[in-house]
C-alpha cells in the first residue's frame, strides 16, 4: 500500500477544533460538558446580516464568483481599512478567502518554501506553526515572557533573525494570551522588518474585542516602508459572530495577493456567493451588536479572571483583547489526583485539560498546543451561568488534588 506525504504525515490536527469535537461527542452521549474549549462567539449572527444571505440566495447569487472576492465586498474591505486602521489600499491588494485560516494558508502558501524561516513568538495560535511546516518551512518560535506581558521586544526579536528569516507572524490581540501591542513595540518591530527586509504577517482576527478602552493599531499604518512588507489578516467571524460563513480577507503588496488568488483558484475558488452577499451588509453596515457583545465579554473577562485568580495554584493576568483567560497553573504539576484508583500524577497541561475534562467535566485547551506548557486556555465566549458552572467544577476538582 503506498503510504501518506510526508507532509501529511507530521500534520497535527487543529487542536482547538478536536477538543471542541471531544466536548461535542461527550455532550451528544448525554454528558452535561461545560465548553470553555473553541473559541467563537456564542452570539448569533446579527439579524441584518442573516438577511442579506437570505436576500443573496432570492436574488440568484448562487454562481460562481471572481475568485480573490467580488469588487462590492472588496471595496466594503477598502473603506473598512481606511475607516478603522487608516490603512489605504486598491482592489488588487485584497483577496477574500474562506475565513482568516484560509487567509493565513494561502500567504503561507505563496511565502514560505523549504529553506525558509518564519518567526513565532510564542504563545502562538495553534495553526501558525503547522501552516508554516505544511509549505516545507521552519518555524523559529521566539519565547515571551509572562512578566513582559507575553509581548516580543526587538532585541530579543532580533537574536533569532538570519539571511533565511522570511516573515514574522504576529497577532495583536493574541490567542490564547489576550494581550495586546502597544505602538512602542510595533515601531521597533516593523524598523527590523524593513533593516533586514522581512514580511510581518499581522492577525487582526480580534481587532474589535477590545477592553478597558484599548486602542488597537494596525503595524501596517506606521509607514510606507512597513505596509508593503506587512499581509493585514483580517475577517468577520470573531467581529460579527459568523464563524460559521468562512470569510477572511488579506491585505498587502499586490504581487503576493496575485499569487495567492492563482492558488487560491486551484483549490477552493471563490469564497463562498452567500457570505459574500452577507459580508458586505456585515462591514457596511452598523456596529451598535458589537457593543452589547462586547459589554458582555467585559464581564465575563473580569468574573473569569477573577475566580481564577483566588483558586490556590493558578495565577491568570487580566487579558484585554480577544475571549479567552490563559492562567498558568504550573504550580500544581506533580500532584495528583484519584488516589482510590491508583493514582495519577499531572505533570503538563495537557494532563491539567485531560483530568479536568474527564474529572470535572470541562472542556478547555492545554497550553502546550500554544507553545507553553505552564499555561491552560478558557474561552469565556459562552454564557455567564456556564461560566459560574464551568469554574465552580474547576475549583473543586483542583481542591481534590493532593
Ligand atoms: N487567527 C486567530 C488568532 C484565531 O483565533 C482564529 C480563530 N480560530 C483565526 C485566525 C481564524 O478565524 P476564521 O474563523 O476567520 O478562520
Ligand atoms: N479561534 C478559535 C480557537 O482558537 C477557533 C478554532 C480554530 O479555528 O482552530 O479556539
Known amino acids: 500500500m503506498k503510504t501518506l506525504a510526508e507532509r501529511a504525515g507530521s500534520i497535527r490536527p487543529s487542536p482547538t477544533l478536536a477538543i471542541d469535537a471531544k466536548a461535542k461527542a461527550m455532550k451528544a452521549s448525554g454528558i452535561d460538558v461545560v465548553g470553555f474549549g473553541v473559541g467563537e462567539p456564542d452570539f448569533d449572527t446579527p439579524e441584518h446580516i442573516k438577511e442579506a444571505g437570505i436576500k443573496a440566495i432570492r436574488d440568484g447569487h448562487t454562481k460562481y464568483m471572481a475568485v480573490p472576492g467580488i469588487d462590492p465586498l472588496k471595496d466594503a474591505i477598502i473603506a473598512k481599512l481606511k475607516r478603522d486602521n487608516g490603512l489605504d489600499y486598491a482592489r488588487n491588494e485584497i483577496i477574500v478567502s474562506c475565513g482568516a485560516k484560509h487567509s493565513l494558508y494561502n500567504v503561507a502558501q505563496a511565502l514560505y518554501g523549504p529553506g525558509d524561516e518564519v518567526l513565532i513568538p510564542a504563545p502562538y495560535w495553534v495553526s501558525y506553526p503547522d501552516q508554516v511546516m505544511l509549505n516545507g518551512a521552519t518555524p523559529v ?13 526587538a532585541e530579543q526579536l532580533e537574536r533569532y533573525i538570519t539571511p533565511r528569516t522570511k516573515a514574522l507572524i504576529l497577532n495583536s490581540p493574541s490567542n490564547p494570551t489576550g494581550l495586546a501591542y502597544d505602538r512602542g513595540v510595533f515601531e521597533a518591530v516593523a524598523a527590523l522588518a524593513v533593516k533586514h527586509d522581512f514580511y510581518v504577517v499581522s492577525d487582526e482576527i480580534y481587532e474589535k ?3 478597558d478602552g484599548f486602542q488597537h493599531i494596525s503595524i501596517a499604518s506606521l509607514g510606507p516602508e512597513i505596509k508593503a512588507r506587512t499581509f493585514v489578516i483580517n475577517g ?3 467581529s460579527h459572530a459568523m464563524t460559521g460563513w468562512r470569510m477572511g480577507y488579506t491585505a ?6 496575485k499569487a495567492m488568488s492563482d492558488i487560491q483558484s ?17 462591514l457596511n453596515g452598523p456596529e451598535d451588536f458589537l457593543k452589547g457583545m462586547l459589554a458582555e465579554f467585559d464581564k ?3 468574573y473569569m479572571v477573577e475566580r481564577l485568580n483566588k483558586m490556590p495554584g493558578v495565577s491568570c493576568l487580566m487579558p484585554v483583547g480577544a475571549f479567552y483567560a490563559f492562567p498558568n497553573v504550573s504550580a500544581l504539576y506533580g500532584k495528583m489526583y484519584g488516589k482510590s484508583a ?3 500524577k499531572i505533570n503538563s497541561s495537557a494532563d491539567m485539560a485531560a483530568y479536568l475534562l474527564e474529572d470535572a467535566n470541562v472542556a478547555l485547551v492545554h497550553g502546550e498546543a500554544f507553545g507553553d506548557d505552564r499555561f491552560i486556555r478558557l474561552s469565556y465566549a459562552t454564557s455567564m451561568e456556564n ?5 465552580n467544577r474547576i475549583e473543586q476538582a483542583l481542591a481534590r488534588l493532593a
Do not use: H, W
Open 141 to 153: 518560535i521566539v519565547p515571551t515572557r509572562e512578566e513582559d506581558r507575553f509581548a516580543i521586544s
Open 209 to 211: 474585542l477590545v477592553y
Open 236 to 238: 468577520v467571524s470573531k
Open 252 to 257: 498587502g503588496p499586490a504581487n503576493v495577493i
Open 266 to 282: 486551484q483549490s477552493t475558488s471563490n469564497v463562498c456567493s452567500i457570505t459574500q452577499m452577507a459580508s458586505i451588509a456585515a
Open 300 to 302: 465575563r473577562r473580569r
Open 342 to 344: 491508583g493514582g495519577r
Open 387 to 391: 461560566i459560574e458552572k464551568g469554574l
